[in-house]
Nanobody
Framework: QVQLVESGGGLVQAGGSLRLSCAAS????????MGWFRQAPGKEREFVAA????????NYADSVKGRFTISRDNAKNTVYLQMNSLKPEDTAVYYC????????????????????WGQGTPVTVSS
């Protein structure tokens, strides 16, 4: 099992930047594919970004492509989401998730395939 704790959320003006972190417990972090999802008020949870076990393959939602970057440091058991050029529509609670995968190249973009979730960190972008 793995426990995930997000941090780094907050209030930022449109055009600004934030970096979210997700710290994982346990010694098997490098065996999990990781992802970030978000849920805005009144909306369903949506995929934001994902990364494979070794950190060399990524996938992004079209809405954040070119503005957000997902990365991971397996030595620190941490996955990051660098968010630049933030827009009011990026306002949401951001969740990180971990998926047990077999293949190193696997990148998971569907929430149902994730086994572990953090508690979320809120991001508010003011206009």
């Amino acid at each position: 099992q793995v426990q995930l704790v997000e941090s780094g959320g907050g209030l930022v003006q449109a055009g600004g930047s934030l970096r979210l972190s997700c710290a994982a417990s346990g010694r098997t972090f490098s065996t999990y594919a990781m992802g970030w999802f978000r849920q805005a008020p009144g909306k369903e949870r949506e995929f934001v970004a994902a990364i494979n076990r070794s950190g060399d393959i990524t996938n992004y939602a079209d809405s954040v492509k070119g503005r957000f970057t997902i990365s991971r440091d397996n030595a620190k058991n941490t996955v990051y989401l660098q968010m630049n050029s933030l827009k009011p529509e990026d306002t949401a609670v951001y969740y990180c998730a971990a998926a047990t995968v077999i293949l190193r190249v696997q990148v998971i973009i569907t929430s149902a395939q994730y086994h572990y979730w953090g508690q979320g960190t809120p991001v508010t972008v003011s206009s």
